[in-house]
């Protein structure tokens, strides 16, 4: 046998079949160009942010800057700060401001249920109460948000349970006391700004609770027991050690309590009286017979304020928690 015949023969290169056509093309495009694929992934969700969103952001903001012919009722399309001069008055001053307590009323409420609610759930629920403890908090946003506020309307009535229950325990007075002060029409909750504060508290509470708990477990165990060790009081543990650490998530969950109380007109409107709030104001402009660019002005105010806060929520480190 010669030794030409025991050498091996050398292969020829294995050549992929083409997929060909404009889909292989395609595809060959984005093995070489991956940037182009991202690119176009991208693409739908960034023209909705940027058009739909953004765009109306902005389409908001001009409208704002234009005023209203006492006249005529037409829109003068014309730059002018009048309409934010409008907002000066006492009647549209009061408005913000009443907003903007009641948002920072519920946001402090929410925050101290939450915070003992959290600590629970962070320190002591293992298991199927872990489980359960986000079971309960997040099962009242399962149910329509409609629902919820039309079942609190019927609790704080007149005639609703929660009447019938401080009857019960001889506490009915309170009706007529303080908590009657801001009713309109009787000694309902359902119709006063006690009603509205409650109805609020009870459907942010979740927004509030998830990331303080969240914030509670990365505190570390052996910092509270070192602060116990080192003499230090609960009460003293709690203010110098745990609440410092907590407060990110504290301020996490403020950004969704205040920012969706300063918004929100339902509830005032199903449960309140018949002050105002912002979301009331810019929904009452609208139609031909309403205020364009007064609402316009209207609805930029909680997006100049809540500008301001999130920058505030930066600094304290509130992102981290989220």
């Given at each position: 046998?010669?030794?030409?015949?025991?050498?091996?023969?050398?292969?020829?290169?294995?050549?992929?079949?083409?997929?060909?056509?404009?889909r292989?093309?395609?595809?060959?495009?984005?093995?070489?160009?991956?940037?182009?694929?991202?690119?176009?992934?991208?693409?739908?969700?960034?023209?909705?942010?940027?058009?739909?969103?953004?765009?109306?952001?902005?389409?908001?903001?001009?409208?704002?800057f234009?005023?209203?012919?006492?006249?005529?009722?037409?829109?003068?399309?014309q730059?002018?700060?009048k309409?934010?001069g409008?907002?000066?008055q006492?009647a549209?001053?009061?408005?913000?401001?009443?907003?903007?307590?009641?948002?920072?009323?519920?946001?402090?409420?929410?925050?101290?249920?939450?915070?003992?609610?959290?600590?629970?759930?962070?320190?002591?629920?293992?298991?199927r109460?872990?489980?359960?403890?986000?079971?309960?908090?997040?099962?009242?946003?399962?149910?329509?948000?409609?629902?919820?506020?039309?079942?609190?309307?019927?609790?704080?009535?007149?005639?609703g349970?929660?009447?019938?229950?401080l009857?019960?325990?001889h506490?009915?007075?309170?009706?007529?006391?303080?908590?009657?002060?801001?009713?309109?029409g009787g000694?309902?909750?359902?119709?006063s700004a006690?009603?509205?504060?409650?109805?609020?508290?009870?459907?942010?509470?979740?927004?509030?609770?998830l990331?303080?708990?969240?914030?509670?477990e990365r505190?570390?165990?052996?910092?509270?027991?070192?602060?116990?060790?080192?003499?230090?009081s609960?009460?003293?543990?709690f203010?110098n050690?745990?609440?410092p650490?907590?407060?990110?998530?504290i301020?996490?969950?403020?950004?969704?309590?205040f920012?969706?109380?300063?918004?929100?007109?339902?509830?005032?409107?199903?449960?309140?009286?018949?002050?105002?709030?912002?979301?009331?104001?810019?929904?009452a402009?609208q139609?031909?017979?309403?205020?364009?660019?007064?609402?316009?002005?209207f609805a930029?105010?909680p997006?100049?304020?809540?500008?301001?806060?999130?920058?505030?929520?930066?600094?304290?480190?509130a992102?981290?928690?989220l």
């Amino acid at each position: 046998m010669s030794v030409q015949a025991t050498l091996p023969t050398r292969q020829a290169p294995a050549v992929l079949p083409s997929s060909g056509g404009m889909r292989g093309a395609l595809s060959d495009l984005f093995w070489r160009r991956p940037r182009v694929l991202l690119l176009l992934m991208l693409a739908p969700p960034l023209l909705w942010l940027g058009i739909v969103y953004i765009g109306s952001l902005i389409a908001l903001l001009l409208q704002s800057f234009f005023s209203i012919d006492e006249f005529s009722g037409l829109i003068n399309r014309q730059f002018t700060l009048k309409t934010y001069g409008d907002l000066l008055q006492a009647a549209n001053l009061d408005i913000i401001l009443r907003t903007v307590t009641m948002a920072a009323l519920v946001t402090l409420a929410s925050a101290a249920i939450a915070f003992p609610i959290a600590y629970y759930a962070a320190r002591y629920a293992r298991g199927r109460w872990k489980a359960l403890f986000y079971l309960a908090v997040m099962l009242p946003l399962w149910s329509s948000y409609l629902v919820k506020v039309y079942a609190w309307k019927l609790i704080l009535a007149k005639e609703g349970i929660l009447t019938w229950l401080l009857a019960k325990v001889h506490l009915g007075w309170l009706l007529d006391g303080w908590l009657a002060l801001p009713y309109v029409g009787g000694s309902s909750l359902s119709v006063s700004a006690t009603g509205t504060f409650i109805a609020f508290v009870y459907v942010w509470l979740p927004f509030m609770i998830l990331p303080v708990q969240a914030s509670l477990e990365r505190v570390p165990t052996n910092l509270i027991e070192a602060s116990s060790d080192l003499g230090a009081s609960p009460g003293q543990t709690f203010r110098n050690v745990l609440f410092p650490l907590a407060l990110p998530g504290i301020v996490a969950g403020s950004i969704f309590t205040f920012s969706l109380t300063l918004g929100d007109y339902i509830i005032p409107q199903i449960i309140g009286t018949s002050r105002l709030f912002i979301g009331q104001a810019v929904y009452a402009q609208q139609g031909t017979a309403g205020n364009i660019p007064l609402a316009a002005a209207f609805a930029v105010v909680p997006i100049v304020i809540m500008g301001f806060y999130l920058w505030g929520a930066k600094k304290l480190g509130a992102f981290d928690a989220l």
